[in-house]
Structure formats: C-alpha cells, structure tokens
C-alpha cells in the first residue's frame, strides 16, 4: 500500500483523535493517559497556536489517516528548540509511516528556524527510542521516575536532533553527504583533520555516539547478520558494525577490503542511501545494499552474495599492488650501455631473466 504525507487540516481532527485515542487506551508507550476530544486534540498538536506544523499520513487506497507527527512550541525548552510528537495507527500496516513524516517535518523545522528538535519518550517504549535513534536523534538527558496516573514511576528519556541553522539563524555546516559534482572526477581530498578526513573532530565524535546509539537498537536484520559474522572466521576481513565511514555511518564495514555493507530497511531514504553510496565509492569503499527482508528469509544466499563480494574485492586489491608495483618499478634493460661497459652479465650476478 501506497501513502502520501500532507499537512494536517482541522477537518482531519475527528479521524486523529480516534486514532490516538487508541493508543491511549492500549496504554504501556504514551505519557498521555487521557483520551482528546476533536477540538482538544486540534488545539493541543494540530493547529492550534503553540503548533509550528503537523503532518499527516493518508492511505492512498482509501483516503483514512494512518498517522500524524506534530511538532509544538514547549516552555520548558529553550528557544529554537521544537517539541515532537509521532503517533501511528496501532492496527495499521503501513512500513515507514513515521520515516515519511519526519522528513517533511524536518525540512518544516529548518524553515521555520529552529536548532533542535527534542523528542521525549517512555523509557520503556523501547519502540519510540529505536524509531528516534534511528532518525538521527541522540541522548539529551533522563528525567527520572515521574509517576503515571496510577502511581507507577516511569522514566522519561529526552533525544536531540541537530539541524542545519544554530540559535542565531546562521547556516551551519551539516553532517550530510553531498553529491558529486558533475565535473569532479578525483577523490574527495583527505585532510589530516578529523581523523583522516575532512570532519571535524566535533562532528566524528556526534557521528559515533549515533552509531552507538544505533547498535543499541539494531534491527532483527541486523542483529542476525552480525550473529553470523560473530560465528564466522573470516581472518582479518572482519566487519565492524555501525561503523562510522567519513561522514556515513554504515551497518558494517570492512576497513583491510575497503568494502562496507548496507542493510535496505522497510520505510528508509532511499536517496539518502544513494548520495551516501556515491560518497564512499569516491573514496574507493564498495557498497553491497542488500534487503533487510532477504537476510531473515534466505541467510545462506545473502552469505554466498557477501562471500562472492569479498572475494571480488581481495582480487581488486591484488591487482590493484601489481599495477602499484609495475609502476613504480623501472624494468631493468640487459642491452643498455651501462651493462655493456660494466662487463657483468645477468649470469654473472646470480639473476634470472
């Protein structure tokens, strides 16, 4: 099933009360544990004067709401700093719903000025956190033990998302991966900065708590593939996970084959997953994307693909040094005048021709 994402419309209140009223009920992942009439709900997170946008997730096949992401003004935070929220149908079966509205609610963001977005989660929605880490957000603060309704104290884990202005408006530079120019042929320039690359140190280490932060929460996929390579003994081609590739992050890497692998999950940018390949192969890294659901349906053929790979790239690299060595090397020329003058022959010197 197909979906389109659009702002959210007063008239969308009704169907969007519902739905989150559902989640209510269900209980054990929301802080909020009273139901929203339709107006409530409309003033609180839809249109009403603390909201800076919502979005909203339509069913293409039949026009019903499977989801809305509103981001709000909060008094607690400070300025530049919008509140978000993300709700989705819990009997829907739609894959990427809340990836979809956050792309267009970041973009909101950055227009609408803001640095950050925080995001303040259950820390027993275990599901929330994974969805926010995997978006980009990382670990803010915890608010310990603040009591439900019934008594039970319930942590509140708060993340941050960076975005592309700071509090004065200025532009700053980003962790993003660029296109290519169209004339640019070489590969990007490697600085001594940044461990290597053209990062700065700031910017790698945000890259690694990111990366941690993920492996926190990988995917089955994932989980099962790294399981495998665990088992495996694949020598000194060993892959490391989430590893952190320049400004990409990466579900594993081979640094001695220059060969990373990417897992393809339901609902992910699959642009952002071209530009990032475009940026590794520049720097001479193959990238081997392979579905998430081929790993949990036929491990054995995602294991003979893998293999077939590394073996490709072992026999680049060797190439690669012959080629490297021929180059460097001049040929030695029995003919040439020296070796006339000298009256030494090949024989005479214990070589071979």
């Not at 700053?172 to 490697?190: G, H, V, Y």
Request: aromatic share 6%; charged share 30%.
């Amino acid at each position: 099933m197909a979906f389109a994402v659009r702002p959210v419309d007063s008239a969308d209140a009704p169907e969007l009360a519902q739905l989150i009223n559902q989640i209510i009920a269900a209980g054990g992942t929301t802080a909020i544990e009273e139901p929203f009439t339709a107006e409530a709900l409309d003033s609180a997170y839809l249109t009403g004067a603390d909201v800076q946008c919502c979005y909203v997730a339509v069913d293409e096949a039949d026009n019903s709401l499977q989801g809305f992401q509103t981001l709000v003004r909060n008094p607690s935070l400070p300025e530049g700093v919008g509140d978000i929220a993300t709700f989705a149908r819990i009997d829907g079966k739609q894959k990427g719903v809340g990836t979809a509205l956050f792309e267009e609610t970041r973009k909101a963001a950055e227009r609408l000025g803001n640095s950050q977005i925080n995001a303040t989660i259950r820390a027993d929605n275990v599901g929330a956190i994974g969805f926010y880490s995997k978006m980009g957000f990382t670990d803010h603060t915890v608010t310990e033990g603040l009591p439900l309704k019934d008594g039970t104290p319930v942590d509140r884990v708060h993340k941050r998302f960076v975005l592309g202005r700071d509090l004065s408006g200025n532009e700053r530079k980003t962790l993003q991966l660029r296109e290519p120019s169209d004339t640019a042929d070489a590969s990007p320039n490697l600085k001594k900065k940044g461990r290597g690359w053209e990062i700065s140190e700031k910017r790698l280490d945000a890259l690694h708590d990111q990366a941690r932060e993920m492996k926190r929460f990988a995917s089955p996929a994932h989980k099962a593939l790294a399981a495998r390579f665990t088992k495996a003994d694949l020598g000194r081609y060993t892959f490391k996970r989430f590893a952190v590739v320049g400004s990409a992050i990466v579900d594993f890497n081979c640094h001695n084959l220059g060969m990373a692998i990417a897992i393809d999950e339901e609902g992910q940018n699959d642009a952002i997953a071209k530009r990032r390949d475009k940026s590794l192969e520049a720097v001479n890294i193959r990238v081997m994307r392979i579905k998430a659901s081929d790993i949990l349906e036929n491990m054995d053929a995602v294991l003979d693909r893998i293999t077939a790979g590394m073996r490709m790239r072992i026999s680049d690299k060797r190439d690669a040094r012959r080629e490297h060595f021929e180059r460097s090397t001049p040929r030695q020329n029995k003919h040439s005048d020296n070796t006339q003058s000298s009256g030494r022959t090949n024989e005479q010197n214990g070589g071979d021709e």
